[in-house]
Every structure is written in C-alpha cells, then in structure tokens.
C-alpha cells in the first residue's frame, strides 16, 4: 500500500536499531542507533562466571532515542503515516517484575542489583538448574516437557535463569511477582499493559524458550515445578495461558509514548519475538530454506508447513513451535552459541600485548599509544582472514572446537569447553585463526546433519548478520564445509527489516506475513558456491572434529 510506513525495532546485545520503512517497496527510509551506555560500560557483568544482565534504564533510553533518531529529518508527511511498530530482541532474556510489571531494578533498592535486571540470553550462570530440570523431565513419570525443545533443556533459557536468581537472592525472591521476557515488556511498556497477567506474551519466545505448547495446556505443568523446586510453587498462574504470533497487534501507542517519539495514538504495535526469528521474516524464509543469523552467536531458523511436519519430533535441536517464525508454519531453531565471539575471543588474545603492555611504553605520546591499539584492533580479524586465506588444507593441519561459549545446538550442553588440537612450533596466529573459522563451520554443519537425520530436508542456505555481510573468507569456508551455496540477504538489516514486515502486518497493509515479504523484501546480494576440492578435504577434517569433540566431551564430563 503505497504511503504507509512502519517501525521495526530490534534490541541487540549491543544497542538497538530503529528503522522507518516503506511498506510498499521496503526502503528503509530512516534509521537510528543507540549502543547502551551502562552495558558497554561493562556494568552489572562479570564474564569470569558467565554472568550477563542488562539494565532496563538502557533500553528505555534507547527506546526512545532511536525512534526519536530514526524519524529526524523525515517530512511530516512519511510521520503521520507512520501506522506501526513492532519489536524483537535477544532471548531468552527475562527480568524478574512487581504485580504491576515493572521490573524490579527500576524500583528503589534493586537499582544496582544484578538479579533484579534483564538475564541476557548469553547468561550461563544456570547450568545447574538447566542439569536438574533436563534429570527431573525424563524421572518424574510424566509428560516430558523438554520434548518440543529438542529433548535437551539449556541454562541460557527461561526457567533455568528465574530459578537460578530465586535460589540465590531472598530480596528479589521476595518482591518478584512474575517474570517477563525482553521481547515481550517493551510492546507492554509502548502499549501501557505491562500487568503481568494480561500483557501479550510471545509465541516465539514462549514455544521455544519456556516449554509452552499447546498439547500441555500451556506452561509445563506446577506439579513439575514444584517438584523441581518449592520456590516455583504458585508460579505458573502468575505467568500466562495463551500466546501470540508476530502478526497480532498488541495494541496502540500510548499518549506518553507517542509524545516520546513524535508518533500519535493511532500507531498499532505487535506482539513481540526473538531477533533471529523476525530476522528469518527480513530474509525472506520460505519451506526448507534454512536462515543462518550469523553474528556473534548463530541462530540456525527452518519453516516447514505443519501438515509436513507438525508430528515430527526434532531431537537436540532449540524447540519447535507452531508459528513461532512466520504464522501457521512449524518454526524450528538451531543455532552455535559462539560464533563471531570466537574470533573476537582470538583477536583479543592477539591485542594483549597492547592493552596490557603498550600502556607503559611512556616514550611514546598518549595519542600515539591509543591510535596504535586502536587501528591493530580494527584491522586485526580482516589482517588474521587474509593471511589465513592463502594456508593450505591440510587432512593433519590444527583442528579446534567452537565450544568456547558451550554448545547450544546439537544437544545443547552449556558446559563444555572449547579445545585446539595439532599444535606444532609452527602453528602461528594465521593457521590458528583458520582453525578457529573452520572449527564454527563444522559446529555449523552437525546442525544441519542433525535436521536431516531428523528427517527433516534442507533446500537452501540463506544467512544473515555482520559476519555473512563482512568476511568473505569465513562464508566461502562454511559454504565449503557445508557443500552448499549460500545466498547472503541484501539488507543491512534483515531483523530490523524483519520486525517492519512484522508491523505492517499488524497494522493492517499487508495481509500476512508471505504477502509483507514479497512487497518488502530486499533480495540477495551475493552467493558463496562450494569448491568440489575443498569440500572433499573438509570431509576428511569434519571427521577428526567430530572425534575430536567426542574425546572432550567424553573426558570433561
């Protein structure tokens, strides 16, 4: 419909994006970033312990800015009919909220208190609870509730997170009345139904991270949870029964909200979901086209129509839910739980040198010292893949595992580690970093090996994210190790793009989610096509990664 425009907002790890879009041909026509100043300030984290919350008060702020920058410049006329906004985020990222859903570290005396704030979805302090509720699921003698979550229960998700933080804070124990994800507080906050009790929980955070499904009614059973901890008791009838898809409007803008972005009342504003998800919408999913999100982590999203698939259980996978993607198609997510942050892991390694040593270096100016360590670490991961580029593959060259941030997908298993194996004296930082890009390739392939032995087929390859968009070098290696092409989607960004198709659905202009893609994609800009050589040699190397990984796996249990 041509002169309507919409908002998609997508809440990173980092900051969040607002863009303003044309929803007859998909230009984004405005667009505006706000990093969040407390977390990068490194506040309320402690990676020691794979701890990682975020403070309300940044996406508040960046709520604001962004929509505010997004729309600065644009003609009065693209704002008046702006017609809606919708929202995605990382997840699972939930936060312990009061009766009328505000979340605790807004209320005086939890300010500064870590557990009262949004648990990021890379937060791994719950391996323990995830463990017990992964034991008690296949003991207790009735319905296993992991089973649409791909069997296998992870610390980086919803009950594992809340019953880790009501084990170990009494205050906020004490004045948590519900628990909300990220995806679902804000369009409760822009529409001003954040009670607990009533606001619109997504279908996709809920299917996928909380063991919500239809065949239990909803939420697992309370006689599970009380069983696997007396904290949860009474929990379930403080949480939700139903849940929405991405094309449900969750409301409109309130007076307050559309005065702090310069909107109206009349704007409508969706149900909420998962970045990776509404990304997989951005990129144009379609049946067994599988979209790899591909950042500092990777989501690994298929549809398939539920007459194909609705019965079929997928083993070790991250959930399968009923339109948990696009609306009346089975969802199914996968994904590596470092990506992009293992080559951020390397390159950090590399820089200690000049973060530790350079500093004292007086003889040289402080300019000087910080435009060295500046400029080595913007260049470093592009310098590492092009040297890389020119070893060659060799059957007995190093092979490494991914595990550095654990294992999400197959089998998710938090606790491993990562490992480099083949060392030798010449083993320099070129041949390492090759490994290390070799080693998210393989992690990526048993993902989809899991599927197909799942019986469940995958067509093409579509990915996504800063790395598809940014190394060629690491897209033509998994392109090789997969033996399929790969097509990267045009958009800069596909979640954002993702979240407007959303809103246009929910406001109306498009009918569903098909009809929003088709008027609003952005097609593909370039494909990685496998060399025949190269694939056959990573067969050979694909296997020692494989034996590598069940050598640790077995010894580190």
């Given at each position: 419909?041509?002169?309507?425009?919409?908002i998609g907002?997508?809440?990173?790890t980092?900051s969040v994006?607002?863009v303003?879009v044309?929803?007859?041909?998909?230009q984004i026509?405005?667009?505006?970033v706000?990093?969040?100043?407390?977390?990068?300030?490194?506040?309320?984290?402690d990676?020691?312990?794979?701890?990682?919350r975020?403070?309300?008060a940044?996406?508040i702020?960046g709520?604001?800015?962004?929509?505010?920058?997004?729309?600065?410049?644009?003609?009065?006329e693209?704002?008046?009919?702006?017609?809606?906004?919708?929202?995605?985020t990382?997840?699972?990222?939930p936060?312990?909220?009061?009766?009328?859903?505000?979340?605790?570290?807004?209320?005086?005396?939890f300010?500064?208190n870590?557990d009262?704030?949004?648990?990021?979805?890379?937060?791994?302090?719950?391996?323990?609870?995830?463990d017990e509720?992964?034991k008690?699921?296949?003991?207790?003698?009735?319905?296993?509730?992991?089973?649409?979550e791909?069997?296998?229960?992870?610390?980086?998700?919803?009950?594992?997170?809340i019953?880790h933080?009501?084990r170990?804070n009494?205050d906020?124990r004490k004045n948590?009345f519900?628990w909300?994800?990220h995806?679902?507080?804000?369009?409760?906050?822009?529409?001003?139904?954040?009670?607990?009790?009533?606001?619109?929980?997504?279908r996709?955070a809920?299917?996928?991270k909380a063991?919500?499904?239809e065949?239990?009614?909803?939420?697992p059973?309370?006689?599970?949870?009380?069983?696997?901890?007396?904290?949860?008791?009474?929990?379930?009838?403080?949480?939700y029964r139903n849940?929405?898809?991405c094309d449900?409007p969750?409301g409109?803008?309130?007076?307050?909200?559309?005065?702090?972005l310069?909107?109206?009342?009349d704007?409508?504003v969706?149900a909420?979901?998962?970045?990776?998800?509404?990304?997989?919408?951005?990129?144009?999913?379609?049946?067994?086209?599988?979209i790899k999100?591909?950042g500092?982590?990777t989501?690994?999203?298929?549809?398939?129509?539920?007459?194909?698939?609705?019965d079929?259980l997928?083993?070790?996978?991250c959930?399968?839910?009923?339109?948990?993607?696009?609306?009346?198609?089975?969802?199914?997510?996968?994904?590596?739980?470092?990506?992009?942050d293992?080559?951020?892991?390397?390159?950090?390694?590399?820089?200690?040198?000049?973060n530790?040593?350079?500093p004292g270096?007086?003889?040289?100016?402080?300019?000087?010292r910080?435009?060295?360590k500046?400029e080595?670490?913007?260049?470093i991961i592009?310098?590492?893949?092009?040297?890389?580029?020119?070893?060659e593959i060799?059957e007995?060259?190093v092979?490494?595992?991914?595990?550095?941030?654990?294992?999400?997908?197959?089998?998710?298993?938090?606790?491993?580690?990562?490992?480099i194996a083949g060392?030798?004296?010449?083993?320099?930082?070129?041949?390492i970093f090759?490994a290390?890009v070799?080693?998210?390739?393989?992690?990526?392939r048993?993902?989809?090996?899991?599927f197909?032995q799942?019986?469940?087929?995958?067509?093409?390859?579509?990915?996504?994210g800063?790395?598809?968009k940014?190394?060629?070098f690491?897209?033509q290696i998994?392109?090789d190790v997969?033996?399929m092409?790969?097509?990267v989607a045009?958009?800069?960004?596909t979640c954002a793009?993702g979240?407007?198709?959303?809103?246009?659905?929910v406001?109306?202009?498009h009918?569903?989610?098909?009809?929003?893609?088709?008027?609003?994609g952005s097609?593909?800009?370039?494909e990685?096509?496998?060399?025949?050589?190269?694939s056959?040699?990573?067969?050979?190397?694909?296997?020692k990664y494989?034996?590598?990984?069940r050598?640790?796996e077995?010894?580190?249990?």
């Amino acid at each position: 419909m041509a002169g309507k425009y919409v908002i998609g907002l997508d809440y990173g790890t980092d900051s969040v994006r607002a863009v303003v879009v044309d929803t007859a041909t998909g230009q984004i026509v405005g667009t505006s970033v706000f990093e969040y100043p407390r977390w990068k300030n490194g506040l309320f984290c402690d990676p020691s312990i794979n701890q990682f919350r975020q403070h309300p008060a940044d996406y508040i702020e960046g709520l604001e800015q962004s929509g505010r920058g997004a729309i600065k410049g644009l003609s009065p006329e693209i704002v008046r009919n702006i017609a809606g906004i919708s929202v995605d985020t990382t997840g699972s990222t939930p936060v312990a909220v009061d009766r009328e859903g505000i979340p605790l570290s807004l209320k005086h005396g939890f300010e500064c208190n870590p557990d009262a704030m949004f648990i990021l979805w890379k937060d791994h302090t719950a391996v323990k609870e995830a463990d017990e509720i992964n034991k008690l699921a296949r003991s207790w003698g009735g319905t296993d509730f992991t089973k649409y979550e791909g069997g296998i229960y992870s610390s980086e998700w919803f009950w594992a997170k809340i019953l880790h933080v009501l084990r170990g804070n009494a205050d906020v124990r004490k004045n948590a009345f519900s628990w909300v994800e990220h995806c679902d507080w804000i369009p409760a906050l822009l529409t001003g139904n954040t009670n607990p009790l009533q606001l619109k929980r997504s279908r996709c955070a809920a299917g996928h991270k909380a063991m919500w499904h239809e065949d239990f009614r909803g939420l697992p059973d309370q006689e599970f949870l009380t069983k696997l901890d007396p904290l949860l008791s009474g929990i379930r009838e403080r949480l939700y029964r139903n849940t929405y898809t991405c094309d449900v409007p969750a409301g409109n803008l309130t007076r307050e909200w559309a005065d702090r972005l310069g909107l109206t009342t009349d704007v409508k504003v969706g149900a909420g979901s998962f970045d990776a998800h509404i990304g997989a919408i951005g990129g144009e999913i379609k049946p067994y086209q599988l979209i790899k999100v591909m950042g500092t982590s990777t989501c690994d999203m298929l549809i398939a129509p539920m007459s194909e698939a609705g019965d079929k259980l997928v083993a070790g996978i991250c959930g399968q839910v009923d339109g948990s993607i696009v609306p009346g198609m089975l969802g199914l997510e996968a994904g590596q739980s470092a990506f992009g942050d293992v080559y951020a892991w390397f390159s950090n390694i590399l820089m200690w040198p000049l973060n530790e040593i350079l500093p004292g270096y007086t003889w040289l100016d402080a300019e000087t010292r910080e435009r060295i360590k500046k400029e080595t670490s913007e260049r470093i991961i592009a310098e590492l893949s092009r040297r890389a580029e020119s070893v060659e593959i060799e059957e007995s060259s190093v092979i490494a595992l991914d595990w550095m941030n654990g294992r999400r997908t197959p089998d998710a298993n938090q606790a491993l580690k990562g490992a480099i194996a083949g060392l030798t004296l010449g083993s320099d930082a070129p041949r390492i970093f090759r490994a290390l890009v070799e080693a998210t390739a393989f992690g990526s392939r048993m993902i989809n090996e899991r599927f197909i032995q799942e019986g469940v087929r995958i067509d093409g390859v579509i990915a996504i994210g800063g790395v598809a968009k940014k190394n060629p070098f690491v897209m033509q290696i998994v392109a090789d190790v997969l033996n399929m092409t790969i097509r990267v989607a045009g958009s800069d960004q596909t979640c954002a793009l993702g979240a407007a198709m959303a809103a246009s659905v929910v406001a109306g202009i498009h009918a569903d989610i098909p009809s929003a893609q088709k008027a609003m994609g952005s097609g593909y800009e370039k494909e990685y096509k496998p060399d025949p050589v190269r694939s056959a040699k990573y067969n050979l190397m694909f296997e020692k990664y494989k034996a590598l990984g069940r050598f640790i796996e077995g010894e580190t249990k």
